[in-house]
């Protein structure tokens, strides 16, 4: 097995470098805050002191929560010396930071693949991401060792990184309609005495089958928001990559504005902010 470094420890990227570790990957960890890593250094993970350190592996990972810890760590400082290496950004960022870090990796001579994912810690965990891919050949087949072990599936969207990061922005906006979807209908069965667990079976069972309306749906219907799989506050970020790409082509998002006063409302709520982001159902439920 290989030598892999990996950055960003927080719940996603914990558990798809324990993945890499359990796969028997000897695996070099980093993060801002270093005791994020000691559980897996405790597995018997490799603790760098340096973001260049875990960027100077041949094959490097990263998982960061937005454009701006992407950025101020993918930076050009951070790459000097690593060209030859390639590195992988399993981030949900926007398609123009993808753009700004694709054009750093490249002044640097490192190899850059787009990777966001699709699934929860849990999924990262037993290696069933669905991992959307953009870049260069020749790195998604340098990759694949590594991507096979992480996910059940690997979603091919051309060359260009951005593709793969606009298609994972336009997921998880489609994601954001079920949530309101869920919370609407909900709303409207609970007020006709109709428990909503039963509900939410009928839609997962018959017309609405997966693990959306399956996962949240039972999320929403019980009541079940904590511990957050996915934080409210990356809820809203992720609406705003969508206004955002809309707005380079001048694509009108009509629903956009209902999603952002649900998320909105939701953060502003103490009793809702520290919650999954499925929560933001209880905005509409308490209407």
Avoid at 264 to 286: F, G, H, Y
Wanted: hydrophobic residues 50%.
């Amino acid at each position: 097995m290989a030598r892999v470094g990996f950055l960003g420890m927080g719940n996603m990227g914990g558990a798809m470098a324990g993945r890499l570790l359990e796969s028997g990957h000897e695996v070099v960890v980093w993060n801002r805050t270093p005791e994020a890593c000691d559980d897996l250094v405790a597995r018997g993970a490799v603790r760098v002191e340096t973001a260049r350190e875990a960027l100077a592996e041949a094959v490097s990972f990263s998982m960061f929560a937005n454009d701006e810890a992407s950025e101020a760590v993918l930076s050009a400082d951070n790459l000097a010396g690593s060209a030859g290496r390639m590195h992988v950004n399993t981030a949900s960022i926007s398609a123009a930071a993808a753009d700004r870090i694709a054009a750093v990796h490249a002044a640097a001579g490192v190899g850059y693949l787009a990777s966001p994912v699709l699934g929860r810690p849990a999924v990262a965990a037993a290696g069933n991401l669905n991992l959307l891919v953009a870049g260069p050949d020749d790195l998604v087949e340098a990759a694949a060792p590594y991507l096979s072990v992480l996910g059940a599936r690997t979603w091919r969207f051309g060359t260009e990184p951005r593709r793969a990061n606009a298609v994972k922005i336009a997921v998880n906006f489609t994601i954001l309609h079920a949530l309101q979807a869920m919370a609407e209908g909900i709303t409207l069965v609970e007020a006709q005495d109709v428990d909503a667990v039963d509900f939410v079976e009928l839609l997962a069972g018959t017309l609405f089958g997966g693990v959306v309306y399956s996962g949240y749906g039972s999320m929403i219907a019980e009541r079940r928001y904590s511990p957050p799989g996915f934080s409210m506050p990356l809820g809203l970020k992720d609406l705003g990559l969508a206004e955002d790409l809309a707005a380079e082509t001048g694509t009108v998002l009509p629903t956009a504005p209902v999603l952002r006063d649900r998320f909105e409302q939701a953060l502003a709520n103490p009793e809702l902010a520290e919650l999954d982001w499925s929560a933001v159902a209880e905005v509409t439920r308490e209407r």
